[in-house]
Nanobody, 116 residues
Framework: QVQLVESGGGLVQPGGSLRLSCAASGSGFGIVTMAWYRQAPGKQRELVAAITRIGSTNYADAVKGRFTISRDNAKNTLYLQMNSLKPEDTAIYYC??????????WGQGTQVTVSS
């Protein structure tokens, strides 16, 4: 099993930036497509961005042009740079594979709150 630990969330004003990190323990990180998901209060978890093992990326329409997903396979770490944050970006952010894999356990996520 691979454990995932997200970090980097916090409280930020609209228009601000945050950089999230996701550390994966265990083998195989470098060969799977990884993704960031988020879940806002009262809403279903949604896919935010994904990155293949060779760096091809995809983004949800709501974050295109504002968020950038990246990975460092040598460090087993996934990143999400979030710029021009909006109140509607407020959610708990999680990382995991895409599609989901039984080998990868959901972490606790990291809370992002965008508010003035």
């Amino acid at each position: 099993q691979v454990q995932l630990v997200e970090s980097g969330g916090g409280l930020v004003q609209p228009g601000g930036s945050l950089r999230l990190s996701c550390a994966a323990s265990g083998s195989g990180f470098g060969i799977v497509t990884m993704a960031w998901y988020r879940q806002a209060p009262g809403k279903q978890r949604e896919l935010v961005a994904a990155i293949t093992r060779i760096g091809s990326t995809n983004y949800a329409d709501a974050v295109k042009g504002r968020f950038t997903i990246s990975r460092d396979n040598a460090k087993n770490t996934l990143y999400l740079q979030m710029n021009s944050l909006k109140p509607e970006d407020t959610a708990i952010y999680y990382c995991n594979t895409h599609p989901l894999s039984a080998r990868y356990n959901w972490g606790q996520g990291t809370q992002v709150t965008v508010s003035s």
